[in-house]
């Protein structure tokens, strides 16, 4: 279920790394996207979304609802390093709409600090599909 799926590897350290994207999805998606530190066996989670049909979810919460269909624009970042804050933040804007900010979300582990793996991963069961475009990764320090 986590095929197909598109991995990066920023070996971001220390700084804030921005992502931002464009994505459409279609009926029956599942896709995950994901920031992790994979600098050990066991791999911490930093930033993580899912969205589960049209539900836009973070924390098994649905926070907003995602047209089916249509392109949406994301905005992630978050602060790295050993001393990092520990969250990030989302902006998404709807086709028409004024972005909507979520801020200081919790990282799905406290042991992540470096972007070592950048991915969005279907995790669909039945045939669905989904596009991303747009993509940019950047890290300032």
Avoid: C
């Avoid at 950048?118 to 599909?129: C, P, Q, W």
Wanted: hydrophobic fraction near 35%; avoid cysteine; charged fraction near 20%.
């Amino acid at each position: 279920p986590y095929n197909p799926h598109l991995v990066y590897s920023p070996n971001h350290s220390k700084g804030t790394t921005y992502s931002s994207f464009d994505m459409r999805v279609e009926e029956g998606v599942s896709v995950n996207y994901e920031w992790r530190d994979w600098r050990s066996t066991l791999y911490s989670v930093g930033p993580s979304f899912w969205i589960k049909g049209s539900q836009l979810q973070v924390h098994d919460k649905t926070i907003l609802e995602i047209p089916i269909g249509q392109w949406v624009h994301f905005a992630v970042s978050a602060d790295l390093g050993a001393d990092n804050s520990g969250t990030w933040n989302l902006i998404v804007t709807l086709p028409g709409q004024e972005p909507r900010r979520f801020e200081k979300l919790p990282n799905d582990n406290k042991t992540f600090e470096q972007l070592t793996w950048l991915g969005f991963v279907s995790n669909a069961t039945t045939k669905t599909v989904f596009y991303v475009d747009n993509l940019k990764i950047d890290n300032q320090q």
